[in-house]
């Protein structure tokens, strides 16, 4: 109605402004008559319609002179003058609104074909909804441009809902409905509730600022867009495989492509009040690639990239650059053009554009029309279908793959049972069965009977839920298709059966490859699981070993300090009273003289074994000295004892350089229980030991010459407890992040080396 009344009201593009009881030109819109009638800002309007401007509807309302047929204006340094506005040639007016028709028609359409290809899907469904709503709103912009009867308050809230039902949309087709698009869906419904109360009080005569009202809805869009762009860029992120990823990248580049141009060339300067760059309806004609885009998506869900989309997107791009580009050429030769400008170019640019894609579509929808009707076509057009849909193989999701066998052979439904012999089963239903518990009982009833008697292919007649049942089995399992009527009486001809039966055979497969697949995932998942436990089990391992020697050594210094202070310093007390009482002791008595010296030596021999025993728990030279004069200590007192030469070699550190204590401590450690490991088993009467001090690590090298052993066994002492002495070696130098190698054969001596990091 809108569309055929703008036919024949002008567009006159001013705006008007009172500025002390004078009413003032604040715009004139380059492609309004306004302008072409020489009405230019600052022009000082005086009569509206041979009225005052304050009275007339439109200029009091919102500021504009549209619908008027004369105005009075006076411009600077120029006698008053009446421009008449007169009705612009039909053709004139069908030219430059058509483009706009054209987008909101492609918009409905769209969604009027996605709903109806897919109509099973919610995405669908709300995709079907923006579109109307969109296409409602691109319909409303020239008849609000011309003022015409609530045109522009329906305009303002139209445009201001957009927002809400696009995040709406992408969060139900990414599957994102979290707290924070649920929460700026309710910011951007209640920015569109004030947008519709201020468009109708504004009716009611409330005054408001057009420009403010306009400004408000554009931010609403802006925070819609802005919110969809990044729930797609979080998508976005995911690895290559997931299919999400696909549809957010399709998505993301067609909103990218479609509202960008929009949102610099016309949003932008809107909100900043500056001049627009171009007409609004030439950055509005890059929204089609919105709808077309999102349309593909949700009609090709399960396809595995968006390949085709692009190449076929590029070709009708490049088609209508040429087509148009001819095109205006050819007007300009013939005259219907005079001037060749930008926006003239981008016009026909559109208008061909749009041509090619209504052409095409109403093609194939007269293609599907008549094969809905007419009912199959033959045998060929079973074996086209049969071969789409072998080349598409993408999705892993039961349903989807269903649904796809529905639409490729043109069905009302399809309903699939799959199980194995370990209990697994799933049942999935899709078209006119999807929620009919009642057909699907029947058919479930028919499955388990024709397992157990024959498993074969079934036609039925028209009393039964579907016209035919294929089974498939492979080893352990079992599925059973059951394929729905077609919307035509003619049913599935004789010849198609065998067709039919290897197209549900490869779904069979299908089904039982992503059953496998599924299995192996949810496998791999506990596997993984346990490795993150195993993992997490070693690390509390590790730091179980680094506190238990901390504590151990801990409890050696305890000891040490208790032996020393206590039963040491009694003992020392004890030898000094006995050395009194020899000395004091009469000497006619040689039994008991012989007595107490031989009590004197026991008592000096104790004292010796709890120094060593000091010693041994905790060495005084390591406390006091460090880690090379404790290590100088303990070797001499070895070869003292034992029949052994122990050469020592010490590289880039000196005799006072002292290191952390639990660093000295390892290292102190690691040295005194190689060399005890080489006197007890190796046999050998030589060692050498090498301590290097690098930059940012020191290692402790111990080679020896005896029988050696093989390193295999290490692994074994472990479990069985021999030979602790190398495993705590080992856990001693691992529990500060160091490094414990051993290499040794039979007869070859054995390679101690340790690294802790400093």
């Known amino acids: 109605m809108y569309f055929t009344v703008l036919i024949n009201q002008p567009y006159v593009g001013l705006s008007l402004e009172s500025r002390g009881g004078d009413w003032n030109v604040t715009f004139s819109d380059p492609h309004g008559e306004g302008y072409r009638l020489g009405i230019r800002i600052g022009d000082m309007v005086l009569k509206v319609d041979n009225d005052d401007p304050g009275k007339y509807l439109s200029t009091k309302k919102w500021g504009e002179a549209e619908g008027a047929s004369t105005i009075t204006v006076k411009s600077s340094g120029a006698p008053v003058r009446v421009v008449q506005i007169a009705k612009p040639p039909i053709t004139y007016t069908l030219l430059s609104e058509l483009p706009m028709a054209a987008l909101g028609f492609i918009f409905w359409l769209l969604g009027l074909v996605t709903v109806f290809k897919r109509p099973f899907l919610a995405q669908a469904r709300v995709l079907f909804w923006l579109n109307w709503l969109v296409g409602l709103v691109i319909i409303l912009a020239p008849a609000s441009s011309r003022g015409l009867i609530l045109a522009r308050d329906l305009e303002g809230m139209g445009f201001s809902l957009v927002p809400v039902l696009l995040v709406n949309f992408v969060s139900v087709l990414t599957k994102t409905r979290n707290i924070l698009n649920r929460l700026i869906i309710w910011i951007l419904c209640l920015i569109s509730a004030l947008v519709c109360t201020i468009l109708v009080l504004k009716e009611f005569g409330a005054v408001f600022a057009a420009v403010e009202i306009r400004k408000l809805a554009l931010v609403n869009g802006l925070i819609g867009t802005v919110t969809v762009l990044w729930n797609l860029v979080r998508l976005i992120k995911l690895p290559a495989d997931k299919p999400e990823k696909n549809q957010a990248t399709i998505v993301f580049a067609g909103l990218a492509l479609g509202l960008l141009p929009f949102i610099i060339l016309t949003a932008v ?8 760059i171009v007409n609004p309806k030439v950055s509005a004609l890059f929204i ?6 999102l349309s593909y998506v ?22 209508g650059i040429l087509t148009s580009w001819l095109f205006t050429w050819f007007l300009v030769l013939i005259g219907v053009i005079m001037e060749l400008k930008i926006e003239t170019y981008l016009l026909v640019l559109s208008l061909t554009i749009m041509a090619l894609f209504i052409f ?19 045998n060929c057009s079973i074996e086209n279908k049969t071969v789409e849909l072998n080349g598409n193989r993408s999705s892993m999701n039961e349903a989807l793959i269903v649904e796809e066998l529905v639409n490729q052979l043109g069905l009302e439904g399809a309903f699939v049972i799959v199980e194995d012999l370990k209990g697994w089963c799933t049942k999935c239903a899709v078209g006119r069965y999807l929620g009919d518990t009642t057909e699907q009982a029947i058919m479930e009833d028919y499955y388990q009977t024709a397992k157990s008697t024959r498993h074969s292919v079934e036609t ?11 089974p498939f089995v492979s080893d352990d399992f079992t599925c059973g298709i059951f394929l729905g009527h077609r919307r035509s009486y003619i049913k599935f001809k004789s010849n198609e059966v065998l067709l039919l039966t290897s197209v549900c055979y490869q779904i069979g497969q299908r089904l039982k490859a992503i059953r496998v697949i599924k299995q192996l ?3 791999i998942n506990v596997m993984e699981k346990k490795s993150r436990e195993s993992q997490r089990r070693s690390q509390g391992l590790e730091v179980i070993n680094r506190l238990l020697f901390s504590n151990l050594e801990e409890e050696k210094k305890v000891l040490a300090r208790e032996i020393h202070d206590g039963s040491l310093q009694i003992g020392l007390d004890l030898n000094r009273r006995m050395k009194e009482l020899i000395v004091n002791f009469s000497s006619e008595n040689n039994n008991n003289f012989h007595n107490v010296s031989v009590i004197q030596d026991m008592i000096e021999d104790l004292n010796y ?4 025993i000091c010693s041994n728990l905790r060495p005084s030279s390591l406390r006091d ?20 030469v122990i050469f020592l070699e010490v590289k880039g550190m000196s005799r006072e350089q002292r290191l952390k204590e639990d660093i000295e401590v390892v290292a102190f450690r690691f040295l005194q229980e190689g060399i005890n490991n080489v006197m007890k088993h190796s046999g050998s009467t030589r060692a050498d030991v090498t301590i290097t001090l690098e930059d940012e690590s020191i290692e402790m090298m111990i080679n020896d010459s005896g029988k050696g052993f093989d390193p295999q066994k290490i692994a074994d002492w472990s479990l069985v407890g021999n030979h602790f002495g190398i495993i705590g070696m080992k856990e001693r130098i691992e529990s500060l992040g160091g490094e414990f190698y051993i290499s040794s054969n039979i007869g070859d001596g054995v390679t101690l080396k340790g690294t802790i990091p400093i």
């Open 360 to 378: 095409n579509l109403i093609k194939a929808l007269l293609h599907y029309a008549i094969d809905r009707t007419l009912g199959n076509r033959g």
């Open 269 to 276: 300067p809107i909100l900043l009040d500056v001049d627009l």
């Open 609 to 612: 074994e709890l120094r060593s």
């Open 625 to 644: 000295l460090g880690l090379i004069p404790a290590v100088e200590v303990l070797f001499q007192q070895i070869m003292q004892k034992e029949l052994m």
């Open 521 to 523: 995932s949810r496998e």
């Open 288 to 293: 089609a690639i919105v709808p077309i885009t």
């Open 298 to 319: 949700v009609v090709y869900e399960s396809l595995p990239d968006g390949r085709k989309f692009l190449e076929f997107i590029i070709i009708s791009l490049v088609s």
């Open 460 to 470: 039925f007649s028209s009393d039964f839920p579907v016209e035919m049942y294929i």
